[in-house]
């Protein structure tokens, strides 16, 4: 090949424009107001869905745990679970422990998902509606939710975060580290009470990973 053919080669490839490739993981600037808006709808339902999901996943812990100490304590000896009857206590309680863990695992992992969404919420809002960072409108128009405005107004209201800095800090840490020492409670007890048989070692084996799980998702959450 020719000197002059290696410098139109060149030439020509200099001419060639490359399509940018672009992060597939990096959002595109949302510029139409309407779209904006759309969007904050979406986030708030999103919200208003976690939040539902943790309340009634709240009951049922509690109610899981009250059963549990009740059948423990021998008050209750059956369960109906759809069309079953459960009468042996050590399915029960292992069942239980099962059930307990996996909802709070749920919840830790929709508490997080709500986390980042309302980040994202409070800077969209305050893009399209001009507002501060603290800010009454804000607060107003911020899916509800008990702890998250707790939290909100211990770091944010000067007149109240003297008050309730520790009794903040001690409830915010007995509602997410609680359920933790139960999950423990629960695996002793399967070793404890149970002769090594296939349900009882299915159910503390599934209790311990999905307790692991979920302090390793916290964990890398905070």
Known sequence: MTEAENDYLKEVASEIKMPVITDPKEDKEIDSESSKQNYLNLLTENIRSNNRAIQRNSLVLVSSLAIYTLVLLGYINEVNVLSFQ???KNILLNGIAVLFSYLYMANII????????RIKFDELAKDLYKIGSISDTL?????FSILFHGLDYQTEKKDLKR????PGTILQSFVILGPIIFDVYFIV???RLNTFNFIACLCGLLTFLITVNTIIYAAKSR
């Open 163 to 166: 008050w309730m800095k520790w």
């Open 110 to 117: 929709r508490w997080y998902n709500n986390i980042d969404l």
């Open 139 to 143: 607060n107003a128009i911020r899916p």
């Open 86 to 88: 459960l009468t042996d």
């Open 189 to 191: 007890n399967i070793v």
